[in-house]
């Protein structure tokens, strides 16, 4: 008895080892610097639907402070939670003209436990 219960312990933390090495195949380094001309006026987590522990995902509000207009631009987001903390990047795809204001709402994180809406950083790290 006590040998199958080291044993399903020892299967328990393997596979917990290895979903901990699945989440963070997403995860990217540190950015050192952001994009001047992507301005972010809001970047949060999204609350939980009724009766889900999960994040909604990630709302980020940005503007192109630029003179160019831009298809795509690439954020990176980090998240603290309870279990773990995470940098994940997302891009959005579009027509990001001077001087107007997105407002975009992204599955960012909507695969991990809710804790709370401060994201530990945000910025756009690529635009094209």
């Known amino acids: 008895m006590i040998a199958r219960c080291v044993a399903s312990a020892a299967v328990s933390l393997v596979l917990a080892a290895a979903a901990t090495a699945g989440a963070g195949a997403q995860d990217i380094p540190r950015p050192t610097h952001y994009l001047p001309d992507i301005k ?18 990630t709302q980020i509000n940005f503007t192109n402070t630029g003179t160019h207009n831009y298809h795509s631009v690439t954020f990176a987001v980090g998240y603290r939670n309870s ?46």
């Open 40 to 57: 972010v006026h809001q970047c949060f987590i999204i609350q939980p639907k009724m009766l889900s522990k999960r994040a909604g995902g």
């Open 83 to 128: 279990d773990s903390s995470y940098i994940r990047k997302v891009v959005d795809h579009g027509q990001f003209a001077p001087g107007v204001t997105i407002e975009h709402r992204y599955d960012l994180y909507n695969d991990v436990t809710y804790g709370g809406k401060a994201t530990t950083l945000c910025g756009a790290i690529a635009a094209t």
